[in-house]
Nanobody, 121 residues
């Protein structure tokens, strides 16, 4: 399953960015999608995750109140609205999609190629 991200860039502290992630296709069912990030020298960490069957999204404590994740089930797409960006938000942001192949029943977990977000002070 292909996962395609877009929307990264270079902004100043306090600015906003919106990331998009899509898992196009109709041979599988997406159950959840999420955003992770990895800064230089650090491990990849969860930023926000949302399930497609309902329920509240999960957020890292460091982004609560500033970032909002949303979804479009019909398009297998999620968005990450990032407000009040800080230099410590600088990282490569990766999208992950989890689901099941409708024909084989196999579960999948796919990653996008990543998009760079750089926040200058």
């Amino acid at each position: 399953v292909q996962v395609v991200e877009s929307g990264g860039g270079l902004v100043q502290a306090g600015a906003s960015l919106r990331l998009s992630c899509a898992a196009p296709g109709n041979t599988f069912t997406v159950n959840a999608m999420g955003w992770y990030r990895q800064a230089p020298g650090k491990q990849r960490e969860l930023v926000a995750r949302i399930t497609f069957g309902g329920g509240s999204p999960n957020y890292a404590d460091s982004v609560k109140g500033r970032f909002t994740i949303s979804r479009n089930n019909a398009k297998n797409t999620i968005y990450l609205q990032m407000n009040s960006l800080k230099p410590e938000d600088t990282a490569v942001y990766y999208c992950n999609a989890q689901g099941r192949n409708d024909y084989t029943g196999d579960d999948f977990g796919s990653w996008g190629q990543g998009t760079q977000v750089t926040v200058s002070s």
